[in-house]
T-cell receptor
Framework: GDSVTQMEGPVTLSEEAFLTINCTYT??????LFWYVQYPGEGLQLLLK?????DKGSNKGFEATYRKETTSFHLEKGSVQVSDSAVYFC??????????FGAGTRLFVKA | DTAVSQTPKYLVTQMGNDKSIKCEQN?????MYWYKQDSKKFLKIMFS???????INETVPNRFSPKSPDKAHLNLHINSLELGDSAVYFC????????????FGDGTRLSIL
């Protein structure tokens, strides 16, 4: 079945460090891929998305590239801030009514 | 203007009680969802509705009954609450289509005593 695997957390970084959160997927069809972010006490928010191979989604300094050959969609940011501390979810959709989420990766950024 | 709003934000109740959570979206979306998030942040789809019709029911116990009176509302009623029901429940909505992102409410934290 369809699934998403992302690196376990927590990930702890110092401010201005480089961030990578790995995400790989398994899908029977040709999925759309998403990264969502969840801040404490809030619901998930869309961070970025990509809908076809080699697409790069980007937002707020975060980027992820849809790699069909490696079935990956790794999240990167060049310089993290304390305000980026949150839980990050990789997700895929192959049909109109169901999105499959990864287990989430908690990020702590220290000042 | 809250796009997806759910009430209440917190719900503390005894085992065996019946409770409801309400959800409303003002985005004009056709599809609405209920998710359960456990203490480890794992997010599990419970139900999906499109145009008021049930599309997905992910083997959720019969004690959980969603109701969609119109496209803008999807409420969740839970009978005979159990300790394992303690979690954060999220409502979400989207346009239909695999490219469409979901918009989430802020969650309802349900605690069973």
């Amino acid at each position: 079945g369809d699934s998403v695997t992302q690196m376990e957390g927590p990930v702890t970084l110092s401010e201005e460090a480089f961030l990578t959160i790995n995400c790989t997927y398994t899908a029977t069809g040709y999925p759309s891929l998403f990264w969502y972010v969840q801040y404490p006490g809030e619901g998930l928010q869309l961070l970025l998305k990509a809908t076809k191979a080699d697409d790069k989604g980007s937002n707020k300094g975060f980027e992820a590239t849809y790699r069909k050959e490696t079935t990956s969609f790794h999240l990167e940011k060049g310089s993290v801030q304390v305000s980026d501390s949150a839980v990050y979810f990789c997700a895929l959709s192959v049909g109109g009514f169901k999105t499959i989420f990864g287990a989430g990766t908690r990020l702590f950024v220290k000042a | 203007d809250t796009a997806v709003s759910q009430t209440p934000k917190y719900l503390v109740t005894q085992m065996g009680n019946d409770k409801s959570i309400k959800c409303e979206q003002n985005l004009g979306h056709d599809t609405m969802y209920w998710y359960k998030q456990d203490s480890k942040k794992f997010l599990k789809i419970m139900f999906s509705y499109n145009n008021k019709e049930l599309i997905i029911n992910e083997t959720v116990p019969n004690r959980f009954s969603p109701k969609s009176p119109d496209k803008a509302h999807l409420n969740l009623h839970i009978n005979s609450l159990e300790l394992g029901d303690s979690a954060v429940y999220f409502c979400a909505s989207s346009q239909a289509g695999m490219n469409q992102p979901q918009h989430f409410g802020d969650g309802t934290r349900l605690s069973i005593l």
